[in-house]
């Protein structure tokens, strides 16, 4: 494994994330903000943070699979979340448990910035998430 996270004690816990990552390897991967679509543009879950974390994780574990990289290579997660309020965490929780198993995605996350903006892209764009990976 190229990838080890942690959190070192004296940092805030419990948090959904580790504090760290440590990696090594000569090949970085940088993901683009993934977003609720199908291949065809066709919006996924409109109105559902729940959903459109799901949908966006999915798109995210595509992307790394493209690179031959998977979530276990993952240094960084970099989410944005339009009109982020704290008692939304509970559905974005939710998104990430909802499809952790079927992706490879191992809880807690890697390190990861839950960032609020007032608006993305598109209107119906609730989330958006970028990752960046290291491989050997």
């Known amino acids: 494994m190229t990838v080890t996270t942690f959190s070192p004690d004296g940092l805030l816990q419990p948090v959904p994330y580790h504090h760290v990552s440590v990696s090594t390897g000569t090949r970085h991967v940088h993901v683009a903000g993934q977003i609720a679509r199908e291949a065809d543009g066709t919006p996924v879950a409109p109105g559902d943070l729940t959903g459109q974390v799901e949908q966006s994780l999915r798109n995210t574990a595509r992307a790394l699979a493209g690179a031959g990289a998977t979530f ?29 198993a079927e992706i490879g995605l191992e809880l807690p996350l890697p390190p990861a910035s839950l960032i609020g903006v007032e608006i993305l892209f598109e209107p119906d764009v609730l989330v958006e998430i970028e990752a960046y990976a290291v491989l050997d």
């Open 72 to 100: 276990a290579d993952v240094v960084r997660l970099r989410i944005f979340v339009t009109g982020w309020q704290p008692d939304q965490m509970g559905a974005f929780l939710q998104g990430v448990e909802n499809v952790a």
